[in-house]
């Protein structure tokens, strides 16, 4: 602010529209000086007027987040004019559908593996790794038993 009261460099919104910004402007704190297309875009999408009427109808602890709102509406619009907000949404459920059905044949591949390990370790005959397992206890028994027959 300067000794007069207002900023040193006008907002965006008072740059556009040429006039003074004053200390009681209501779009300084949301459009800084340096970022004008920011302004521009939710000039182009909402209209300076309907901007201030929405300032005005809300509590001031609304204001940044409609503000926030507005200026990331505006700029979506920017980047896609066709559909604006709508087709990034439907694009993000797209994308959540299809993650989901990626989880869903990622957890049935999962269950048929779990199933196939179950059915293997219920056969009767038992694995090397169990047969492996198995030779060196026998081993032991014999040794303290002072049975000196060959382990099998």
């Not at 000086?33 to 999408?45: G, I, K, S, T, Y």
């Not at 559909?83 to 993650?99: A, D, K, P």
């Not at 179950?118 to 090397?128: F, H, L, R, V």
Request: aromatic residues 8%; hydrophobic residues 35%; glycine residues 4%.
């Amino acid at each position: 602010m300067t000794l007069k009261g207002g900023t040193s460099q006008a907002c965006a919104a008072c740059k556009y529209q040429r006039r003074k910004c004053s200390s009681e402007c209501l779009l300084a704190p949301y459009f800084p000086p340096d970022q004008p297309e920011m302004f521009q875009n939710a000039h182009r999408l909402f209209g300076v007027s309907n901007i201030l009427k929405i300032l005005k109808q809300l509590d001031p602890s609304q204001k940044p987040v409609a503000m926030q709102s507005i200026i990331c509406q505006a700029n979506i619009r920017s980047r896609f004019p066709v559909h604006g907000c709508w087709g990034v949404i439907c694009q993000l459920y797209y994308q959540m559908r299809q993650t989901e059905e990626e989880l869903h044949a990622v957890r049935t591949q999962l269950a048929l593996y779990k199933q196939q390990e179950i059915s293997s370790m219920s056969t009767d005959s038992p694995s090397q790794l169990q047969l492996g397992m198995a030779l060196p206890n026998i081993a032991a028994l014999s040794l303290f038993h002072n049975d000196f027959s060959p382990a099998l």
